[in-house]
């Protein structure tokens, strides 16, 4: 596994730099956007940690240009935001997860290791369908009134998951742990994030939607509404 580390602030570089040392894996690292875009230009990465607020260029500028140079390039956000719908935007452009400041190191490496897992999915791909929303596995869209909806990966297995399970109230955390592969119950705000962008595309009419919040608890996806 290879990692590009770009962060301004020497503490947090420098614990990253120690934590992935103590793990064997080899991180590159730099403190600017500037560097940051001319690393991703010259060499391959598994997956790049990028602060979000950095001094010459944004981190979003950033996620922006490299998914133009290497779409499978993968994308841990760090930021001091909460802002959903900053984030829906930012997964939009295709950024994978997020840490909000501060966090742990093994939180971050538990997060990093749950990306890389689940590149290829791991959920079951038979035909789903509830009232007049489908699945289409083999093409990973939705299909919804006739409508063809195109998903990102995350999108889709969030979406999946709930369509195995209609009627039942899923807590975020089962999300967490089924959708994500891990467990971390102060992670939430992700999984608002992404259910944000899912219900944009497919269930957002607001006499209509499938997709409910049960609130202090999780969503439940009714296939009777």
């Given amino acids: 596994m290879k990692i590009?580390?770009?962060?301004?602030?020497?503490?947090?570089l420098n614990a990253l730099k120690k934590g992935f040392k103590d793990k064997k894996v080899m991180a590159d690292h730099c403190k600017n956007g500037t560097e940051?875009?001319?690393?991703?230009?010259?060499?391959?990465?598994?997956?790049?940690?990028l602060d979000l607020m950095l001094p010459d260029i944004s981190g979003e500028e950033i996620l922006k240009k490299a998914k133009e140079m290497s779409p499978e390039t993968h994308?841990?956000?760090?930021?001091?935001?909460?802002?959903v719908n900053k984030k829906a935007e930012l997964l939009d452009i295709?950024?994978?997860?997020?840490?909000?400041?501060?966090?742990t190191f093994d939180e971050l490496y538990a997060r990093i290791?749950?990306?890389l897992r689940r590149l290829h999915g791991s959920l079951p791909t038979e035909y789903l369908k509830i009232g007049d929303l489908e699945l289409v596995p083999e093409r990973r869209v939705a299909i919804k009134s006739g409508k063809t909806i195109e998903l990102r990966g995350k999108e889709y297995s969030l979406l999946e998951y709930l369509m195995r399970h209609p009627d039942q109230v899923i807590s975020r955390q089962i999300l967490m742990e089924?959708?994500?592969?891990?467990?971390?119950?102060?992670?939430?705000?992700?999984?608002?994030?992404y259910m944000y962008k899912v219900r944009q595309k497919i269930d957002n009419d607001p006499k209509n939607r499938m997709i409910k919040t049960v609130h202090g608890v999780g969503f439940i996806l009714e296939s009777i509404h």
């Fill in 4 to 12: 590009l580390i770009i962060e301004d602030s020497v503490d947090v």
């Fill in 113 to 115: 290791q749950a990306i």
């Fill in 75 to 83: 994308f841990l956000i760090l930021t001091a935001q909460s802002d």
């Fill in 94 to 103: 295709g950024a994978e997860d997020f840490m909000q400041k501060p966090f």
């Fill in 36 to 49: 940051g875009v001319a690393k991703l230009k010259e060499n391959s990465y598994d997956l790049v940690i």
């Fill in 178 to 193: 089924e959708v994500w592969d891990y467990s971390a119950s102060v992670l939430s705000n992700t999984v608002d994030a």
